[in-house]
């Protein structure tokens, strides 16, 4: 019977203490790390991506030592990227890349405030806000036009909220243009993605998608924070 209770005894401390360690004991990570492994995007079409290709899949290729989810869905606005991913639970100790309001981008307000709900349901600080990019749809995004300016007020808005959590993809992709390329010099002058960077008006293609990851990668560190 002295065993015995002894046994018992040793047991009711180690469960003590695993309970006040916040089930850290025995796996070594708190309840919020326990995704830290999984890089996790969430947005609309840009996140999504088509044709085979998507940033995701060209940042796995990047970091091969995280698994990774595409949570985008084409034609979503912010609100519904945030009401997904506040649904998500299980998924809220994730790595995490917010991509959102492109669709809705003349509603600042609502976008900051989506985007402020999903960084607060993190309970941590491994995430990344991407910057809204413009298309070639006319003189409305295009440099002085309405939609263009915007778009980079918000973006500018992002950034002093976010900081070094904020990736500005725009101005990251705006610098990759082909140099040789008259087209690309075009869009440059515009202000607009390059062309032979996105299949469409405004979404990306391969290489496009190569050079988001790129620019993701740059910020691993505060994406992962190892």
């Not at 009401?83 to 809220?92: C, E, G, P, Q």
């Not at 070639?136 to 070094?164: C, P, R």
């Not at 087209?183 to 515009?190: A, G």
């Amino acid at each position: 019977m002295a065993i015995l209770f002894r046994i018992f005894s040793r047991l009711s401390f180690f469960l003590v203490v695993y309970t006040v360690l916040g089930c850290t004991l025995f796996d070594g990570l708190s309840p919020k790390d326990k995704g830290s492994n999984v890089i996790v995007g969430w947005g609309d079409s840009m996140t999504e991506g088509s044709n085979g290709s998507s940033y995701l899949i060209e940042l796995q290729k990047l970091a091969p030592q995280y698994t990774f989810v595409n949570e985008g869905i084409s034609g979503e606005k912010s609100y519904q990227i945030a009401k997904r991913m506040l649904a998500a639970t299980d998924k809220h100790s994730y790595n995490t890349i917010i991509w959102a309001g492109r669709n809705n981008y003349l509603e600042p307000e609502q976008i900051k405030a989506d985007i402020a709900s999903m960084v607060k349901a993190l309970g941590h600080d491994r995430y990344l806000v991407l910057s809204i990019v413009n298309g070639s749809f006319g003189q409305n995004e295009d440099v002085f036009g309405a939609g263009h300016d915007a778009i980079m007020k918000l973006n500018g808005e992002l950034y002093t909220i976010y900081g070094d959590h904020y990736v500005n993809i725009h101005a990251y992709l705006l610098s990759q243009y082909d140099r040789s390329s008259y087209l690309d010099i075009v869009d440059h002058t515009d202000d607009v993605v390059p062309r032979s960077l996105r299949f469409d008006p405004l979404h990306l293609n391969e290489k496009g998608n190569q050079k988001v990851a790129e620019r993701i990668f740059q910020s691993l560190n505060v994406l992962t924070n190892p």
